[in-house]
């Protein structure tokens, strides 16, 4: 099973800042199969990334993706007040899928 | 528009059973994989179940394996879980996902609380 490991944590940064989000594999089988959410307190996970660097419909392209092997990231460009919310990864390059731990951005 | 509603989500005594519901709409139903995926208080998310556009293949986490069934009928654009000897621990909020590789279409959830 690959487990996915995420960094930092909590991110705490201020309104037009650059929020980078880190997501590291133990093995290498994800091929780019790699995908963001972004889940708001109370709501459901909602799309971001898939294939590690492609956009969901209708997300800003303040969203980007980046990575391949065991390494990825997230990066917001600049960060809205909305964007306040966990984060989480998700492989499904191999069986069975599995879900980094989040992590929290929080917007001064 | 494409719209998962899930259902049947409630209190349960431990050893109980519950059936969850997720009504679809807005794509080709038949066409596609389906995934549980469930989220624990406070806690991130895991994947519980998945099937086959035809329902000829199901697959399990290790944890629920011989005690939940996942199930589909294509002609009412309807996704099944019969969750059978629930334990404390399945307590979560079940989520119902469009499986494309990544899940891009979720449903609201349904919570499952397992207490007596």
């Known amino acids: 099973e690959i487990v996915l490991t995420q960094s930092p944590g909590t991110l705490s940064l201020s309104p037009g800042e650059r929020a980078t989000l880190s997501c590291r594999a133990s093995?290498?089988?994800?091929?780019?199969?790699l995908a963001w959410y972004q889940q708001k307190p109370g709501q459901a996970p909602r799309l971001l990334i898939f294939?590690?660097?492609s956009r969901a419909n209708g997300i800003p392209d303040r969203f980007s993706g980046s990575g391949s092997g065991t390494d990825f990231t997230l990066t917001i460009s600049r960060l809205e007040p909305e964007d306040s919310a966990v984060y989480y990864c998700?492989?499904?390059?191999?069986?069975?899928?599995?879900f980094g731990q989040g992590t929290k951005v929080e917007i001064k | 528009e494409v719209q998962l509603v899930e259902s049947g989500g409630g209190l349960v005594q431990p050893g109980g059973s519950l059936r969850l519901s997720c009504a679809v709409s807005g794509f080709t139903f038949s066409s596609y994989w389906m995934r549980w995926v469930r989220q624990s208080p406070g806690k991130g998310l895991e994947w519980v179940a998945n099937?086959?556009?035809?329902?000829?293949?199901?697959y399990y986490v290790a944890s629920v394996e011989g005690r939940f069934t996942v199930s589909r009928d294509n002609a009412k654009n309807s996704l099944y879980l019969q969750m059978n000897s629930l334990r404390a621990e399945d307590t979560a909020v079940y989520y119902c996902?469009?499986?494309?590789?990544?899940?891009?279409?979720w449903g609201q959830g349904t919570l499952v609380t397992v207490s007596s």
């Open positions: 294939d590690a660097s």
């Open positions: 093995q290498s089988d994800t091929n780019s199969y």
């Open positions: 099937i086959k556009p035809d329902g000829s293949e199901t």
């Open positions: 998700q492989q499904y390059g191999s069986s069975p899928r599995t």
């Open positions: 996902t469009r499986d494309s590789g990544s899940l891009d279409y």
